[in-house]
């Protein structure tokens, strides 16, 4: 993908690219586990204390999981790139970024470094929301080139 200098669709940073969809899915079936693991557990009067504690902390264990699951985002500010997955957050000078791959078939958008190594982005996903997923990958990847390593030779 070329970007031009006047590239007109870039995105006023800093911009938090993110799985909407899927966060929200996830939090509202975290908090509904939540909600009716704890009804239960109170309205069953054949449960003991121990097994009415169980209860919750078996939704509070699943709501904890789900709330993980929906942390990943992509931050895109001036300085650079704040990737942040499951239980990583790792940041990267724009020159770090050499490219960015959502090819199809893949789960979430890979930046291939300036080391040699590939970082998986989760905050970008075409899972739910694919339309998205390739719109935000296609900013992020506009902003790398204008602001990265290769817009300097540029």
């Known amino acids: ?6 590239q007109p669709d870039l995105p006023a940073l800093p911009v938090t690219f993110r799985p909407t969809r899927t966060r929200v899915v996830l939090l509202t079936v975290g908090v509904a586990v939540l909600v009716a693991l704890t009804v239960m557990s109170l309205l069953l ?3 003991s204390t121990g097994d009415r504690a169980t209860f919750i902390c078996t939704g509070l264990v699943i709501f904890a999981v789900l709330v993980l699951l929906s942390r990943p985002k992509v931050v895109a500010g001036p300085d650079g ?12 000078d724009w020159a770090q970024i050499v490219r960015v791959n959502l090819r ?3 789960a979430w958008v890979h930046l291939d470094l300036a080391d040699g190594t590939s970082l998986p982005a989760m905050g970008i996903q075409p899972g739910v929301a694919k339309e998205q997923a390739i719109g ?3 900013a992020l990847r506009a902003l790398a080139e ?3 390593a290769g817009a300097a030779s540029a």
């Open 146 to 148: 204008t602001h990265g």
């Open 81 to 92: 790139v704040v990737v942040v997955n499951l239980t990583t957050t790792r940041r990267l």
């Open 136 to 138: 935000d990958a296609r």
């Open 45 to 47: 009067e054949t449960l």
């Open 104 to 106: 199809p078939g893949d």
């Open 1 to 6: 993908m070329s970007v031009s200098a006047n």
